[in-house]
């Protein structure tokens, strides 16, 4: 057996029911209220316990890059991108037995607008038309963009046409929410269910356990195949524990799926037997570095330029895991899984790509600031402080001093680098960190990155920089109302050109991750839309 047995393909396919596979991860869950998670990984888990109106199929294909109806009894209909007819299921129930209906889809889009449920994606927000000022449904206001005709039927109309709609609906925030059992900011203790499986156990930051929903039937989910009998998750582990348990079996994954640490890929290159337990695949998230125009000295757009133009790509590539585990090397924003990517770059490193100080000197000379140029960079344990390290290692070659901080793991994207009070109140200029796209389109990897209109001030947001160019906006706008996939195309091109000249993404690599699996482990492979493995699809083959 060789290395990437589960990379386009399933793994040792089995339909052997029945295990509970073992799991491990350094982060807590974010939240188990589908509306508030914005993790990738509890996404997928969110794929075990909650259905959406559209998901993306279980299987390791490219074609599972596009989502197919789950809730809904076939696609949505639109005549114009604008108005879009949702028809249920008949039948589908939560855990408690109660019937899934439209209402309860209206109101679980309905109350992401309330302040005290926050945190998860909120695509849909900047499609809705009248929503200024809506708190929520929980005074009785309904939206008029969402009409529930009938148990069955719900009518949105967004405010202009938007071809990604089905993708938006796959997301864990549209999971139906019955008004009855939802407690608000306390839902997340105790959810309606409605896929293969429930949370009977959580706390939060130490374990989670998963059981089969009773409820729940086979003939009524086209998706979900539910061989396991359940998942248990140790959390709060570090990275490199997680990895050894996985190799010696004492775990069968990391949830997470965040790659095996630098330590743990030496291990592996000593002991080749275990290379038919290593997965690479190229994941399609970007690598990359994020500098804050509004903490001195990078509100200067040399300082930020000089940054771009100082780093040594190879040593960073390095500090990732090298050219064939950590990733390819990028100059561009755009990963090569969708078809905006490029090879170009903005900003010169020298033909050996270790940098180019003259021109980052040059830059520096034209600056504002003057004096010793000195900043903070946020980071975590693991990978991402090693790349902290690479860079501020380049940057010092020309006279910048960075401060490397590392954050708790846990609450590193949801209340560190992802709170704008966070790095304002810590000084921190520069922010390492990961992304992969909300749903795999052009719209859905790059806009919540640089649309200033998705800034998010409440914590949870990914526009770090906090960018919010009126050109920018306009073309990403552009690029949405136009039906002609070549003039998108160029839309989307031109966003990510005007995005590189403000320099406030830095990008590092286009990810590829060593991923390694339990050998309990059957119908293993690594979801194309996701770039992790699926894991409500595995099995497990008891006595190994």
Request: glycine share 10%.
């Amino acid at each position: 057996m060789t290395r990437d047995a589960a990379v386009g393909r399933v793994h040792r396919s089995s339909r052997s029911p029945g295990g509970v596979a073992r799991m491990g991860s350094a982060a807590g869950v974010d939240s188990l209220d589908p509306a508030r998670t914005y993790y990738v990984w509890v996404a997928l888990l969110h794929r075990m316990l909650s259905r959406t109106p559209m998901a993306y199929p279980s299987s390791p294909g490219s074609a599972s890059r596009t989502p197919v109806p789950d809730l809904l009894v076939a696609a949505p209909e639109t005549s114009d991108g604008r108005v879009w007819t949702l028809r249920l299921r008949d039948g589908v129930r939560y855990d408690d037995g109660t019937i899934v209906t439209a209402s309860h889809l209206r109101h679980a889009i309905e109350r992401t607008f309330d302040p005290s449920v926050t945190g998860g994606l909120r695509t849909i927000h900047s499609l809705l038309p009248g929503v200024q000022g809506y708190g929520g449904p929980y005074t009785g206001e309904h939206l008029d963009c969402l009409r529930a005709d009938g148990s069955r039927t719900l009518t949105v109309s967004l405010a202009a046409p938007f071809a990604d709609f089905p993708h938006v609906l796959a997301q864990p925030a549209l999971a139906p929410v019955p008004p009855e059992r939802d407690t608000g900011s306390g839902y997340q203790d105790a959810p309606a269910w409605t896929g293969p499986y429930r949370v009977v156990r959580h706390r939060p930051g130490e374990e989670l356990q998963v059981r089969r929903n009773p409820v729940w039937q086979r003939a009524g989910d086209p998706l979900r195949p539910a061989f396991l009998d359940g998942l248990d998750v140790v959390m709060g582990l570090d990275h490199a524990e997680v990895d050894e348990a996985v190799l010696e079996g004492r775990l069968d994954l990391s949830v997470e799926g965040r790659g095996v640490q630098l330590s743990t890929q030496a291990v592996l290159e000593r002991r080749s037997h275990l290379m038919r337990l290593v997965d690479n695949p190229a994941t399609g998230f970007l690598q990359f570095v994020t500098i804050h125009p509004f903490v001195e000295p990078f509100d200067c757009s040399h300082v930020r330029r000089a940054v771009h133009h100082a780093v040594d790509r190879i040593d960073l590539q390095r500090a990732r895991g090298g050219p064939e585990l950590g990733g390819d090397v990028a100059t561009q924003l755009f990963p090569p899984t969708f078809a905006a990517h490029r090879p170009w770059a903005r900003y010169g490193s020298g033909p050996d790509l270790r940098g180019d100080l003259d021109a980052s000197r040059a830059e520096l000379a034209r600056s504002h600031h003057q004096g010793p140029i000195r900043g903070r960079i946020a980071a975590q344990r693991g990978k991402f402080h090693e790349v902290a390290t690479s860079l501020a290692a380049s940057v010092a070659r020309v006279g910048i001093d960075l401060e490397v901080v590392d954050l708790d793991i846990a609450t590193y994207f949801s209340q560190g680098v992802g709170n704008p009070g966070t790095l304002r109140a810590g000084g921190f200029g520069l922010a390492v960190t990961d992304w992969g796209a909300d749903y795999p389109t052009e719209h859905g990897f790059l806009a919540p990155l640089v649309d200033g209109r998705m800034i998010r001030r409440d914590g949870g947001n990914w526009n770090l920089p906090e960018l919010d160019d009126p050109v920018v906006n306009g073309l990403v706008d552009d690029a949405l109302a136009t039906s002609d996939p070549t003039a998108s195309l160029a839309c989307w091109r031109a966003v990510e050109e005007r995005v590189m000249e403000h320099a406030v993404l830095l990008p590092v690599v286009h990810d590829r991750t060593v991923h390694v699996r339990g050998p309990r482990l059957t119908n293993v492979y690594v979801h194309p839309a996701f770039g992790l493995y699926d894991v409500h699809a595995l099995g497990i083959e008891e006595g190994r």
